[in-house]
Nanobody, 129 residues
Framework: QVQLVESVGGSVQVGGSLRLSCAASGRTFSSASMGWFRQAPGKEREVVAAMSWSGGSTYYADSVKGRLTISRDITKNTMYLQMNSLKPEDTAVYYC??????????????????????WGQGTQVTVSS
């Protein structure tokens, strides 16, 4: 089992930036990829970004392309989500996640939340105008 601990989110104004981090521990060697989901009030949880630990492939939801960047530090077993040019519609609880052992980032796209084997605790991001 992989344990995931996220950094605290925050509140920013439109156009602002935030960086979220997610530290992994436990059976991290079994995870081939990690990703970020978000859930806004009254909406389903959706994947916004995912990548392989090797860095060979990344995925972004159309709504965040060019504004959010996923990255990782292998030496620290930590994943990041850099969020720039934030919009009010980015307001949500953000969760980091890993899929079933050995699964690539495409598993998040195909399976959505059902593909996740471990979740972070979630962190609130609020963007105000």
């Amino acid at each position: 089992q992989v344990q995931l601990v996220e950094s605290v989110g925050g509140s920013v104004q439109v156009g602002g930036s935030l960086r979220l981090s997610c530290a992994a521990s436990g059976r991290t060697f079994s995870s081939a990829s990690m990703g970020w989901f978000r859930q806004a009030p009254g909406k389903e949880r959706e994947v916004v970004a995912a990548m392989s630990w090797s860095g060979g492939s990344t995925y972004y939801a159309d709504s965040v392309k060019g504004r959010l960047t996923i990255s990782r530090d292998i030496t620290k077993n930590t994943m990041y989500l850099q969020m720039n040019s934030l919009k009010p519609e980015d307001t949500a609880v953000y969760y980091c996640a890993v899929p079933a052992p050995g699964s690539g980032p495409q598993s998040f796209i195909a399976g959505g939340p059902r593909s996740v084997s471990s979740w972070g605790q979630g962190t609130q991001v609020t963007v105000s105008s």
